[in-house]
């Protein structure tokens, strides 16, 4: 890469639309283009006042990519936005798009689930790229043909990039967006979030060589890329070193209007005092490193006094898919290994909790234990702060811009012994947690918000916009140049011909 990361966009002056954004330093803000990227005699991109957009994403479940995906449809009119998704099921999808009563529900198509998703366990890159190009051919059939009078402004694709090309030469009307949570070369299964733990074997990177180069070719042809976080922007610069522009940080954001803000500090100190309950909130994939927060659970009991150890309990709630091999295998995994430290009896496992089962866990906990190393960024933590709850992670990745560490919450090696060492200050001293529980909350509403991430979503689109624009004049500009070069050839040769 040429150029570094995108700096965070500057707030809206006095009285403007918001646009908000924070400086460079402090998170929660949109990037602006790159340096060069914008042509300063170019008239601006004017797209209406809420742009229509296609959303395509393969599996619209619970999680953190889907979390960001609502929160994007939730700044526009929900007539504005179309979601394309392989699958969406009633019993693991967040309530926006859950029938009958989701405000999004009548807004997502479900196309091409008879497609498989894996093959025995093998075979899920190479299908994902099948499936997320199969949902872009149903999003041009319906444009062209089934429904011609549906149209879209902006087509924003993530989790994989494949379907770009063909939309930038078959749609060119509309600008394509290309959010990536992370390069996906960057989350085979030799790899955690980037960090190389084993030597894939030589079949294995066979395999991968022509995937690479498919999401390497298709990811240069977004209009505009976005990224979740500055770690996520540097990684993104090491996979793709050929493409110039560096990434758009666009931070994720919750909907504080979903969440309860934290009980007052005596009433959550109460609360602690019939419970201390320690949270950990993760999808049920070996990568998010659950086991983590079991030992450190574990030692944190034999450390805590009779009558604290008795009221200590640990929580692991999730995104679980029974359809997901990895889920139903380290759900297991899991639970052998409560059994093994002795400690099942105090650990509760509740799989794809409800939204009001999550918002309660996230005010009445002790703190939340966040065991994923190198994450993207990680939303979870902003919702355990924004409910009261301080936040344990791990000193690496997205926590890094999100927790304030000794404020909101703890840095910390991710080890057992750091993260109970951790615990125990909160367990020992209820009165910190609730005052980390206070800054958190002020922290979120400050730099996380709706209101910020509407205003720098909706400058993404309208740069998404601009950059579509000058890619349609620049390619009409080749199209006169060829033109009139075939004219310059032809002409002389029918004059001549024709006045012989």
Same mark, same amino acid.
């Given at each position: 890469m040429t150029s570094p990361p995108s700096p965070a966009l500057p707030p809206a002056p006095p009285g403007a639309a918001p646009t908000g954004a924070a400086s460079p330093a402090p998170p929660g803000a949109a990037s602006p283009a790159p340096p060069g990227a914008a042509s300063p005699a170019a008239p601006p991109f004017a797209p209406p006042s809420a742009p229509r957009v296609a959303f395509i994403h393969l599996d619209l479940g619970i999680g953190g990519a889907e979390s960001l995906m609502l929160s994007m449809a939730e700044c526009l009119p929900p007539s504005h936005v179309t979601f394309y998704t392989c699958h969406c099921d009633p019993a693991h999808c967040y309530d926006q798009?859950?029938?009958?009563?989701?405000? *999004? !529900? !009548?807004?997502?198509?479900?196309?091409? !689930?008879?497609?498989?998703?894996?093959?025995?366990?093998?075979?899920?890159?190479? *299908?994902?790229?099948?499936?997320? *190009?199969?949902?872009? *051919?149903c999003l041009l059939l319906d444009t062209y043909i089934l429904d011609r009078g549906r149209r879209y402004d902006v087509v924003l694709v993530d989790v994989l990039p494949t379907p770009l090309p063909l939309l930038r030469l078959l749609l060119p009307a509309a600008a394509t967006l290309y959010y990536c949570h992370f390069p996906d070369k960057y989350l085979v299964r030799n790899t955690v979030n980037g960090r190389l733990v084993e030597r894939a074997s030589l079949l294995r990177r066979l395999y991968r060589l022509p995937v690479d180069a498919l999401e390497n070719l298709c990811t240069k042809s977004a209009d505009l890329t976005a990224v979740n976080s500055r770690f996520t922007a540097a990684t993104f610069e090491s996979a793709f070193p050929d493409i110039p522009d560096a990434p758009t940080v666009l931070y994720p954001a919750i909907n504080l209007s979903q969440f309860i803000p934290p009980a007052p500090p005596a009433a959550k100190a109460q609360a602690l005092g019939r419970s201390l309950t320690l949270l950990s909130m993760n999808r049920f994939e070996r990568k998010k490193n659950v086991g983590l927060a079991l030992e450190a659970f574990g030692l944190l009991r034999d450390r805590l006094p009779g009558g604290k150890r008795d009221r200590a309990r640990l929580v692991v709630a999730g995104g679980y898919d029974p359809r997901n091999k990895e889920n139903l295998e380290y759900m297991e995994e899991l639970k052998g290994r409560a059994r093994e430290l002795g400690i099942e009896r105090h650990v509760d496992f509740r799989p794809s909790v409800s939204d009001e089962e999550r918002a309660d866990l996230l005010q009445s906990s002790l703190c939340l234990l966040y065991t994923p190393d190198r994450e993207h960024f990680g939303i979870v933590p902003l919702e355990a702060m924004y409910a009261g709850s301080p936040v344990i992670a791990v000193a690496s990745g997205g926590p890094l811009e999100t927790v304030v560490d000794g404020e909101t919450g703890f840095l910390r090696e991710g080890t057992p012994e750091a993260f109970a060492e951790a615990a125990g200050r909160l367990a020992r001293d209820v009165g910190l947690a609730c005052r980390m529980g206070q800054r958190g909350n002020a922290h979120v509403r400050e730099k996380f918000g709706l209101e910020t991430f509407e205003g720098n979503f909706r400058r993404l689109l309208g740069e998404s916009g601009e950059r579509g624009r000058r890619r349609r004049a620049e390619a009409a500009g080749w199209g006169r140049l060829l033109l009139t070069v075939a004219l310059a050839v032809v002409l002389p040769v029918i004059s001549a011909w024709a006045f012989r």
């Open positions: 798009v859950k029938a009958p009563g989701g405000a *999004l !529900a !009548a807004r997502v198509l479900r196309r091409g !689930a008879f497609l498989p998703a894996e093959l025995r366990g093998r075979f899920t890159a190479l *299908l994902s790229h099948a499936r997320v *190009l199969f949902l872009a *051919l």
